[in-house]
């Protein structure tokens, strides 16, 4: 995915971010900033369609401000929520969009959420260019990437629906950074997803992780919710559950994946949303057909560049004292006394060369309604 | 032969008289040629004809509503140039679409002020998220789309993919805002009574300016008989603050019969449903009738094996989707071709469908370089087919380098100065 590369160097304390997923919103400018446009949909639900318009004050001799007032810009569906402390915008589901189950893909959720992330930085005047970076981050060549996404959908999209994605980011104990995001229908109100992701600080250089310094939590604070505020706030939610990582031999498999040229960002890495593709590409077919997917979760630990050739594998995820109920032949854990229709899946994705994870992850998934 | 959901065809469209956009100097009527006319810009503050209905236009993502007309209501072409008070004093008759004016001129003064907005009546064709509408006298298709950030190839302007993704959007949309999208293919009641679709044999892209991240492109499709049993879909792309015309693209459809799979004429029946909606123009982007040659093995120089299709590239058919044909054909192009130059145009002959099982490899040849007199510009063949050898796509792509233009002036500076 590429980011556009846009300079706002007038304001010394502007600060630009870096975002390894691709444009989602790492660190904050120290700059403060009058919150803009003040776009809440109504949270009525009667109305099948609304159209709410980002009202962006312009703040006349402020350079920057008239720099980002496009046309684009300015007459986006989206913008800061009252407090300036998130982010809301509205998307249409494309046709294109819309996989074989004729509802949007969680890829095109990804896309999305990585999509509002960005909006959010640039609305709040940062650039997405993925070099984007703090003076203090960049004078110590530190970037962000991303160490964990989760993404819950209880209810996907149609083609023509529209959706509203509102997104906040704020710190994240002492190595991190988090962006939360809650997806509704703005047709019901409804929540029909819930998203979180976890950033950590590494230097670009030796590619190693990073504490995040006092100046730099300083610089985004001020855009943070004061208050915890998690799109996952209920106690052991499925967001915090470690990831097993799963061993020998494997249940299900599919190697040799490439990475193809849609895939690279900027710097020649695999875009984190293709990952998603990938672990699904080892997902058992008969499961595909049947259920769609709840809740992903996967855990980034090594990039993936253009000439890599990846393996997925898959394979079912036991709970304690759950049972294993052989079926046709393939055994899947059934972990919900309750629940028969609900699967759960733990994956891998490896470099085939050595073996090397790239990442892993855990899936859920419930029957599908006819 | 291609079937994709995303066929256009023609339906009865339930033309309503506030759907003429006669006033409007778009696209001529009908019979002059698409290719000279320029396309008016649907500006930001332009345009605000006003329908009965006293709400402000909504934006999306940076297009601009144009309400369609009223019939007989003067139409202005720069809505800043009318005064709206006077106007309420004259035509008191009119006084519920002057408030609305009103409230139109206001927001904009404010510059887009926040509002809910419902329509009151969905056979207004309103596009408050990009849904589209007709235009036209009721033969074109137009809507907006803003530049996603995940549309954005390697050189931060819109991938040819996220265009052709465009392309099908405002195709299928063409066929759902006329109210007839039955099985998926846009065939119409006759059509579908015959067992007939239409399937896509042939594709024309030329880009002249990829959009990029942030711009708001205006699509607008229709359709034309191509031969006696064929059908054209045009489509002219344009920036929607400049009006500047950023791609072309035709494609070339016939009648299959989807159960025997043979070709078919269209039936009567049929051509009575479809002709009304038949736009009499040239094609928006000339032909190019060159043969597209057959790539093997010995004639092809760059060869990617082992493509798969993954979930996200079937549609709801389980068939892959038209569009991922041209990333795969582009796997094989060398990467030291798309890095130093942009495509340009795009021929595609479409010869089978292919599913979740396939196995594709693409095949790429140089074919020329500097051709057509333009210096740079580079030539290429493309050959995308399952690997057991069944032939999925013919293409030829036409490169020229990036910044084209900025080298034209470079050639003019002076050779030399003291």
């Known amino acids: 995915m590429l980011k556009f590369s846009y300079c706002n160097a007038t304001d010394l304390n502007q600060a630009l971010v870096q975002c390894r997923f691709a444009g989602s919103f790492g660190p904050l400018s120290s700059r403060r900033r009058s919150p803009r446009a003040v776009v809440s949909c109504s949270r009525s639900n009667l109305t099948p369609i609304q159209a709410v318009l980002s009202c962006q004050q312009q703040v006349g001799s402020d350079p920057v401000e008239s720099e980002l007032g496009s046309l684009a810009d300015r007459l986006r569906l989206g913008g800061l929520t009252e407090d300036g402390l998130s982010y809301k915008e509205k998307f249409i589901i494309r046709c294109y969009e819309v996989g074989i189950n004729k509802t949007a893909t969680i890829e095109t959720i990804a896309n999305l959420l ?30 962000w990437v991303t160490a964990r996404m989760h993404i819950e959908v209880y209810k996907y999209p149609a083609w023509s629906d529209v959706i509203e994605i509102e997104t906040w980011c704020q710190n994240e104990g002492r190595i991190g950074t988090r962006r939360d995001w809650i997806l509704k229908d703005v047709a019901t109100g409804e929540v029909i997803g819930r998203a979180t ?82 672990v699904l590409e080892s997902m058992p077919e008969e499961i595909i057909d049947t259920h769609e997917l709840q809740t992903i979760t996967l855990d980034y630990r090594r990039e993936c560049q253009r000439d890599d050739v990846v393996d997925s594998l898959t394979g079912p995820e036991l709970a304690e004292g759950s049972e294993i109920h052989g079926t046709n032949g393939s055994a899947t854990a059934i972990t919900r006394e309750d629940d028969l229709d609900c699967h759960q899946f733990l994956h891998l994705l490896r470099l085939s060369s050595d073996g090397q994870e790239i990442n892993r992850g855990r899936t859920e998934w419930r029957k599908k309604r006819t | ?39 008016k810009p649907s500006a930001s503050s332009g345009s605000l004809q006003v329908k009965a209905n006293a709400q402000a236009p909504p934006k999306i993502n940076g297009t601009t509503v144009v309400m369609t007309p009223v019939e007989g209501f003067p139409s202005e072409d720069a809505a800043s140039s009318l005064p709206p008070r006077t106007f309420i004093n004259q035509l008191p008759d009119w006084s519920m679409l002057l408030a609305a004016m009103t409230t139109i001129f206001l927001a904009a003064e404010k510059q887009w002020m926040m509002l809910d907005w419902k329509p009151k009546r969905p056979d207004m064709l309103i596009d408050p998220f990009g849904i589209g509408r007709i235009v036209q006298d009721g033969l074109v298709f137009r809507q907006n789309f803003s530049i996603r950030s995940y549309e954005i190839g390697a050189d931060r302007t819109a991938s040819i993919e996220t265009l052709m993704n465009h392309l099908q959007e405002t195709a299928i949309n063409h066929c759902k805002s006329a109210g007839l999208l039955g099985d998926g293919f846009g065939a119409t009641p006759g059509m579908c009574r015959k067992n007939l679709i239409w399937v896509v044999t042939r594709m024309q892209v030329v880009v002249d300016r990829y959009p990029t991240w942030g711009d708001v492109v205006q699509v607008d499709t229709w359709v034309s008989a191509s031969g006696k049993n064929g ?29 025997t799979r043979r070709l078919s004429k269209i039936p009567e029946e049929v051509r009575g449903e479809i002709e009304p909606h038949f736009m009499n123009s040239d094609p928006v982007v000339a032909e190019d009738n060159r043969k597209l040659v057959k790539l093997d093995d010995s004639t092809a120089q760059y060869v990617r094996k082992g493509l798969t299709p993954r979930w996200s590239d079937l549609d709801v058919n389980q068939h892959v989707n038209n569009v991922k044909y041209v990333g795969w054909i582009l796997e094989s192009t060398p990467l030291g071709i798309v890095e130093s130059h942009e495509l340009c145009s795009m021929t595609l002959e479409y010869r089978r469908e292919c599913g979740r099982d396939s196995v594709l490899q693409s095949l790429t040849a140089v074919s020329g370089v500097g051709n057509l007199g333009n210096m740079g510009e580079i030539e290429c063949q493309h050959l995308l087919q399952l690997e057991e050898g069944s032939e999925i796509v013919r293409g030829r792509t036409q490169w020229r380098p990036k910044n084209a233009k900025s080298f034209g002036k470079m050639d003019q500076v002076p050779a030399q100065s003291a």
């Open chain 1, 114 to 143: 990585q999509e509002v992330g960005g909006n959010h930085a640039q609305n709040v005047g940062f650039s997405r260019d993925g070099f984007a970076t703090s003076p203090t981050m960049r004078k110590l060549h530190l970037i």
């Open chain 1, 197 to 278: 992701s976890k950033w950590v600080m590494m230097n670009e250089d030796t590619r190693r992780l990073q504490k995040v310094s006092d100046d730099v939590k300083e610089e985004y604070l001020v855009f943070c919710p004061r208050e915890p505020r998690l799109a996952f706030p209920e106690e052991n939610n499925k967001s915090l559950k470690k990831i097993s990582k799963l061993e020998d031999p494997v249940q299900y498999s599919r190697l040799g994946l490439m990475p193809r040229r849609a895939d690279l960002d900027m710097n020649q890495h695999v875009n984190n949303v293709t990952y998603i593709g990938w």
């Open chain 2, 1 to 39: 032969m291609v079937a994709t959901a995303a066929t256009s065809s023609f339906f009865p469209i339930t033309s309503s008289p506030d759907s003429i956009d006669s006033k409007n100097k778009k696209l001529g009527n009908g019979s002059t040629n698409l290719g000279g006319i320029k396309l």
């Open chain 2, 231 to 259: 059908m054209r879909r045009d489509w002219l792309v344009s920036n929607s603050k400049t009006g500047e015309i950023l791609t072309r693209a035709s494609s070339v459809w016939v009648m299959m019969n989807k159960l």
